[in-house]
């Protein structure tokens, strides 16, 4: 039984690749993090090896006694963690927790409404190629075109007209925290079902910084990676009398075996989001934001065209508006890649600009807040995006500033291969 680097040369050299960019380069990609050591060694576990179809004590397959403590494990801490009544901690993604939530709520040919994509939105709340917009009637709401934020009266109008079975809360690129309250009480008055897909800010809500949806919603999904830094997966909450139809609308609905090796790490990564010290991560990611957030808004920055949609954030990211700069969202992707952060160009609302340019920035701060940076380090990384945004910066400086910055904080320290 050889080493990795012995079987396979070439996927050996993949990952010290991989490995010596994340460590050299600053990640602000909203929906990325690092998963702790603990989380990626239950990964790298012999629980890969193991069929576990069905739910714990209630399996397919001999064998499962202890896959069942750690699924047991894990659904017990994420119910702790949100305050749920009931979890299912099977979904292999994001996707796969939302195509199961959807199924559990509404039969094919039903309406749902949610974020429009070109808003904030994500493809599973409706895109027209994903299985969300060809299984279901699709009915978007979209931002104030003026406030750019979402306007509850305008959703509430739009459900009265539209009728949908289930409305969604929930967003991969949106600034501002959703009033869920409002959400629940239009769902009422028109008698859908409301989901919430926490994937984004389920860290924040874990870390008590953000309002949770968990009381508001019939059920709640979100991803395990993103703010919540666990293995990548997901994760479905509701009330109890979800339970038996969010279960078999997963496994057997969706997927066979579980993956008992990233359910395991999921128990680990919930049981880190219950800690002081990820409250205390938590803190650094907002005031992060907020620090980015302040440096793209000022004149200097504004001189060239750029500003921050809606004018703040209240959550882990910062969308930076670009319809008035000569950059457009894939130059200026390109531009901070080539000073060593790395972001997403990401479509502003009304955008002029093709998808594949679009002009904004999605620009979060959970990765670095995990690799130990705070305030002084934010404000570094927020004055180094503005001066690269304003044009006419010296690239090579940045760089080395930027190489200052990941040399002061070294990320996985000790381990010279993964
Ligand atoms: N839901 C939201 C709001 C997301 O932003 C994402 C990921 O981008 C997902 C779901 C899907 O998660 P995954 O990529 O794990 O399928």
Not at 59 to 70: K, L, N, P, S, T
């Amino acid at each position: 039984d050889l080493p990795l680097a012995e079987v396979d040369p070439e996927i050996a050299a993949v990952l010290d690749a991989e490995l010596g960019r994340q460590r050299d380069t600053l990640e602000m990609i909203a929906s990325e993090n690092f998963a702790p050591r603990s989380v990626l060694e239950v990964q790298g576990s012999v629980l890969t090896n193991k069929y576990a179809e069905g739910y714990p004590g209630r399996r397919y397959y001999g064998g499962c006694e202890h896959v069942d403590v750690a699924e047991n494990l894990a659904i017990e801490r994420v119910k702790a963690l949100f305050g749920a009544e009931f979890a299912n901690v099977q979904p292999h993604a994001g996707a796969q927790a939302n195509a199961a939530a959807l199924t559990a709520m509404i039969n094919p040919g039903d309406k749902i409404m949610g974020l429009s994509l070109a808003h904030g939105g994500h493809l599973t709340h409706g895109m027209k190629l994903n299985f969300s917009g060809k299984l279901y009637d699709v009915a978007a709401y979209e931002v104030d075109p003026q406030t750019f934020r979402v306007d509850m009266d305008k959703v509430r109008e739009q459900a009265l007209a539209e009728r949908p079975n289930v409305i969604i809360a929930g967003w991969s690129a949106y600034p501002r925290h959703l009033d869920f309250e409002a959400f629940r009480s239009i769902a009422d008055e028109v008698g859908a079902y409301f989901w919430t897909d926490m994937a984004h800010f389920a860290g924040l809500v874990a870390a008590g910084l953000h309002p949770s949806p968990v009381p508001h919603s019939d059920v709640v999904t979100s991803t395990v990676h993103k703010t919540l830094a666990g293995p990548r997966s997901g994760v479905i909450l509701g009330k109890q009398e979800m339970a038996k139809k969010i279960n078999s609308n997963v496994f057997p609905g969706q997927q066979g075996g579980p993956l008992m090796h990233i359910i395991a790490a999921k128990a680990v990564a919930f049981k880190i989001a219950g800690s002081q010290e990820f409250r205390q991560r938590q803190e650094r990611v907002l005031e992060g934001a907020r620090i980015l957030a302040d440096r793209l808004s000022a004149p200097d920055v504004a001189e060239a065209g750029v500003s921050v949609l809606t004018g703040g954030t209240d959550v882990h990211l910062v969308l930076v508006d670009l319809r008035n700069s000569q950059l457009d969202g894939k130059q200026a992707e390109d531009l901070l890649h080539s000073v060593g952060i790395t972001v997403n160009r990401n479509a502003v609302p009304f955008d002029p600009r093709p998808p594949m340019v679009t002009s904004g920035l999605r620009i979060g701060t959970p990765a670095l807040a995990t690799r130990g940076f705070g305030a002084t380090e934010f404000t570094e990384v927020a004055d180094i995006i503005a001066a690269a945004l304003k044009g006419g910066a010296d690239v090579e400086e940045l760089r080395n500033r930027v190489t200052k910055l990941t040399q002061q904080f070294p990320l996985y320290p000790g381990h010279e291969e993964w």
